[in-house]
């Protein structure tokens, strides 16, 4: 059977790139009301979009404490690590990257890392580059664990 669509095909709907009038009212409604109530939020605020177009405007642009800028070489180690602990679970991953979201690190990965991975990794011997991925797997769960360890620390003590 399946689900219905999110957004009905009404007419006067705007789709594509969000303006900075519409960005404002946004953030202007969720500041006064809260965010939530996706379905009938746009149609409250005045807004000629639909809900999913909202919430997801919101929790990956306009939320506070989303950091903006290009990832840092860090961050880039960090993503790559914990890929190769967690696979593609993009928001576990990004709960480890304050101010990062979910989507913004699926996206780097998608677009950037993958193809620096190739160029870097087609190089080596295929032993090599077992050997490789198995010691930075290795290496990414002993410090999973010491994470884990240190967060549970820290909300027992």
Request: hydrophobic share 30%; charged share 30%; aromatic share 6%.
């Amino acid at each position: 059977m399946g689900r219905a669509p999110c957004c009905s095909r009404e007419a006067g709907l705007n789709r594509g790139g969000w303006n900075a009038l519409e960005d404002m009212i946004l953030t202007e409604y969720i500041s006064i009301h809260g965010a939530g109530e996706w379905k009938n939020l746009p149609k409250k605020a005045g807004l000629k979009r639909c809900g999913k177009s909202c919430r997801l405007r919101w929790l990956n642009y306009l939320r506070p404490g989303i950091k903006r800028g290009n990832i840092s070489t860090d961050e880039e180690d960090l993503i790559i690590r914990l890929h190769a602990l967690l696979g593609n679970r993009w928001s576990l991953i990004a709960g480890r990257l304050p101010g990062r979201t979910d989507n913004e690190i699926k996206n780097y990965w998608n677009s950037k890392l993958i193809r620096k991975i190739k160029q870097t990794g087609s190089s080596l011997p295929q032993t090599e580059s077992v050997y490789v991925e198995t010691t930075a797997v290795r290496i990414v769960k002993r410090s999973h664990k010491s994470l884990e360890k240190s967060t549970l620390e820290y909300h027992d003590g």
